[in-house]
């Protein structure tokens, strides 16, 4: 299958396996210290649904309108200085209001909603889009195939945003399920830019239903596993708990440890080299013991200078790497 792309936008670059908000962040930190352009983010669509009839992609969104800098700095999602005069009317007419779309968010949604009607796929659309918001790191779409993360509750099985946003992360988790996953496939480009990446980075996104997704697509983990340059992971999680989301109890029902040892054993075989929080310093020697090396740094990124920090030190590290 061919690449979509042009080989200069996903050949020799850094590679970002990216959810949301804690991967936008970090991509905004190494966008400041290394030329974009040498910089390649595959994201989770599983997070993907369809609300009003459009199709919405959040990580996609939210890499990108943070990259553009135009990200509602508090959310993390949605746009600065957005309003909601649309969401107002649909609640008046009665329509779902569960899910806020803003007005100048409304437009993204609208227009890649047009653009699948006329044939275009995701990765041409984000990539349409982030040229035109002057992003020059590369945005990949994970998958051109509709994979949806459900989750399963003691009240029966939701859509992740419904989950989420809707029941705001109540209900017990029974199970994870990424609906599609069985005949998906990464993207051509995808499977290019992991094939000839200089290192891979992890970012520190939900292991389960964000960085899981992409994972969990056919020849994903098997290329990362067999590659010849070095892989890193950020841990999500600092001090127990995690910075954003609804990770902690996910972990849980997976079974998977809540703190950076248990992230480290989860991507164990996938990587090189672990990022953990100077909070979590005394993990490090376990975390070596798995047989990774192990970098103890501030990987709060509450600011640009932070974002920047954390970006370096990751490119530093990962230059150790053998
Ligand atoms: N998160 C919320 O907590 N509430 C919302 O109403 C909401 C709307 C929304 C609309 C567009 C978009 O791109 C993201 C949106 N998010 C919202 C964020 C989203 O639910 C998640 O944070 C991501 O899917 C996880 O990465």
New binding site residues.
Partial sequence: METQLSHNDITHKTVVLS???GAARFLAGLNQIVDPTSICAIINTG?DIEFHGLV?S??I??VMCTLAGIIHPGQG??IIDDSDHCMSMLRTLGAPD????GDK?LALHIQRTALRKQGLNETQITDRFRRAFGVNVTLLPMTHDSVQTHINTPAGEVHF?EY??RDRAKSQITGIHYHGITGAHATPDVLHSLRSATGIIIAPSNPLV?VGTILALPNVRQLIAQRHVPAIAISPIVGGAAIK?PAVAMLNYAGIEVSALGIARHYQGLIDGMVIDNVDAALAPAIEALGMAVCVTDTIMSDDMRKAHLARTCMEFMATLP
């Fill in positions: 959810g949301g908000v997070d919405i959040p990580d969104d939210i999602w949605g569960w899910f806020m779309l968010d945003q989420l946003v964000s989301g």
